[in-house]
């Protein structure tokens, strides 16, 4: 092999090596800032019966303590987020999958329990989202996708969020940089659901999932690594 087919041969073996690389990032939106193995914790409350100011977990109080949740999240595939509420012992813990492409639902362990299938999630938006942007984001209380306009920016403590809101009278906020609800209020008529922020980080897992593999990308690498050997070989 002389110098230039050994150039091209070693060009090739590094863009195939970069493709392996990428295979289990490859439609996985970089507008996510949320990442493996991430959580975030809030207290949950809601109200809903005539007669009752708070209803929160399987009490009524006045006032309510909330309920604290939380959102897990790990990538399983090429472009899928899972993510996991778990509500105590209240509730237990409910699950569903995001396309990381769409924000779109599926899966979900428990229809009455979340963003449901065909919706947009609710738990992250994407951070390259600017002001006066309209966002689809799938309102618990009104239990439908619904249109949030991003209306301002604003501090949540220490942490830079966009304000949305949409015509049922819901205030929300999404954390600037990566993306996810901290607090706010989804309402419908006279029904609301209040998350507030507790606390975000990332745990580290004893047994961590195993990314999905792009196959169909995989193959291709595959094919025309083969097709340039092949060619290579012929021209000796």
């Excluded at 073996?13 to 949320?34: M, W």
């Excluded at 428990?110 to 609710?122: C, T, V």
Aim: glycine share 8%.
């Amino acid at each position: 092999m002389n110098k230039l087919k050994y150039q091209k041969f070693m060009v090739m073996i590094a863009i195939f090596v970069i493709c392996l690389v990428n295979i289990t990032t490859i439609g996985y939106s970089d507008e996510i800032g949320v990442t493996d193995y991430m959580y975030v914790k809030h207290t949950y409350c809601c109200s809903k019966y005539p007669g009752h100011s708070s209803f929160c977990g399987t009490a009524f109080i006045d006032p309510a303590p909330g309920v604290t949740t939380t959102f897990k999240f790990s990538k399983t595939s090429s472009d899928i987020l899972h993510v996991e509420w778990e509500w105590g012992s209240d509730c237990g813990t409910n699950y569903w999958d995001v396309n990381s492409s769409s924000r779109i639902v599926s899966n979900n362990g428990h229809a009455a329990w979340g963003p449901s299938n065909g919706a947009h999630n609710m738990e992250w938006i994407y951070t390259d989202v600017s002001l006066n942007d309209q966002v689809i984001i799938f309102n618990f209380w009104r239990y439908a996708d619904t249109v949030f306009n991003i209306t301002g920016e604003a501090m949540q403590g220490s942490r830079e969020v966009w304000e949305l809101k949409d015509a049922y009278g819901s205030v929300i906020w999404y954390d600037k940089a990566d993306g996810f609800l901290v607090n706010g209020t989804f309402r419908y008529q006279s029904d609301w659901e209040r998350i507030e922020f507790i606390d975000v980080g990332v745990e580290n897992p004893e047994n961590p999932t195993i990314p999905g593999y792009n196959f169909p990308l995989i193959l291709g690498v595959l094919s025309l690594m083969g097709i340039i050997i092949t060619k290579m070989k012929s021209k000796k």
